[in-house]
């Protein structure tokens, strides 16, 4: 049974929030700007607007919003959703990353929903939901051994199916979403019609590569060794990072505001296209919903859980879209087709020059467009009437 839910950002947190925010001394400046992580005065300057932020306007966004919670086996999972405007909507699963949460969404919510609003084909619209993976946001917490992909993408098809009833659908994933939406076409060809994947991360199949892997693999390699630093503590010692980023605001700012701007594409200015007012947003929910710590644990997970990665040789038959984002500051190694087509039934793949890691936030219009186009051919009333 689907319950309405109001969120409800905890006052008392909020109100520790501002006292951490005004008690912090500041770092000192340091040198080598981005190179050797967040620099001091950026950090300064979020924490300064972090103080300043009006969360009473986040508050009444997320309650202009219908959300809902749903007890699925042991876990209650929270989600946003979103009715479509059209002739006959198509049912779109949005799954989001770390350091993300349904909120990445929220500029393409009216876009996917209501295309003719902006001036699209009312014929492309989805009815949207977006859940919050387990104890991000506003869900309850995994088990402690955590929840790989897998598992995750069994509450998600029930929510879906047996209390939204549509009996077939179509879902996106990046970063960690992309993981458990693999996993759903996997586990229920019947239903998903389609899959799209943003800039997905692969495993790397067993030798031989061929030389565009091999490639692929050795930036692979060298972006870990330099980048990945926060992977590792995530999936060999949560605990301990999440002891401190659960005590300090700008510790917690530093750890995902660096993130964040590194994973970016960026203006002709060369600001962050994470809007600030979105990172503070994000920044707030996660503290006040004292969720940073249980939001690496699919990390421990993934590294500790042998069945959690994607077998090769055994591609999924539900058709995939992959798009590959760009215009990160610091890019991120991407896949070539010949590597994902060992994972994936590819329907098709396009490749766009920005857009990020989180291209839902830096390019809503381009983002919106690529899912249309991705999931038209699925639009047969005959096979997505609701159950």
């Not at 979020?46 to 876990?75: E, I, K, M, N």
């Not at 002709?268 to 947003?281: M, N, P």
């Not at 069945?307 to 591609?315: F, I, M, R, W």
Request: proline residues 9%.
């Amino acid at each position: 049974m689907i319950e309405d839910f109001e969120p409800v950002l905890d006052r008392g947190a909020l109100d520790d929030l501002q006292e951490r925010l005004e008690r912090w001394q500041g770092v000192a400046p340091g040198s080598g700007g981005w190179s050797r992580g967040v620099p001091g005065q950026w950090l300064a300057e979020l924490v300064a607007d972090w103080r300043s932020f009006d969360t009473s306007r986040f508050q009444a966004r997320l309650g202009g919003l219908d959300h809902g919670l749903v007890a699925l086996g042991d876990q209650q999972v929270h989600f946003v959703r979103v009715p479509g405007r059209g002739g006959d909507p198509l049912p779109l699963l949005l799954t989001h990353g770390w350091p993300g949460s349904f909120c990445e969404y929220l500029a393409v919510l009216d876009l996917l929903s209501d295309p003719a609003a902006s001036g699209g084909d009312e014929a492309d619209s989805f009815t949207v939901i977006a859940p919050s993976l387990p104890r991000f946001a506003f869900s309850s917490p995994p088990p402690t051994e955590g929840l790989s992909a897998g598992v995750i993408a069994e509450p998600w098809h029930r929510l879906v199916t047996e209390l939204l009833g549509h009996s077939r659908y179509v879902a996106h994933g990046s970063d960690l979403g992309a993981g458990v939406t693999a996993r759903l076409a996997r586990a229920h060809p019947e239903a998903v019609l389609g899959i799209h994947l943003a800039t997905p991360g692969l495993p790397a199949p067993s030798r031989p590569w061929s030389s565009a892997e091999e490639r692929h693999f050795a930036e692979v390699e060298a972006w870990a060794a330099e980048e990945g630093g926060y992977a590792h503590m995530h999936a060999t010692k949560p605990s301990t990072l999440m002891a401190a980023l659960h005590d300090s605001p700008a510790g917690l700012a530093a750890w995902i505001g660096e993130k964040t701007s590194a994973w970016s594409s960026t203006t002709s200015s060369g600001a962050s296209t994470f809007e600030r007012e979105l990172l503070l947003c994000t920044l707030t929910l996660y503290w006040a919903t004292g969720t940073i710590g249980t939001s690496l644990q699919p990390y421990w997970t993934y590294r500790h859980d042998p069945s959690s990665a994607l077998t090769a040789g055994d591609p999924s038959p539900v058709p995939t879209a992959i798009s590959i984002f760009g215009g990160e500051r610091i890019p991120f190694p991407k896949p070539p087709r010949e590597l994902a087509e060992r994972y994936f039934t590819i329907q098709s793949w396009d490749e766009h020059d920005r857009g990020g890691h989180f291209p839902a936030v830096a390019e809503p219009a381009l983002f919106a467009q690529t899912l249309r186009n991705a999931f038209r051919p699925f639009r047969d009333t005959n096979r997505i009437k609701a159950s």
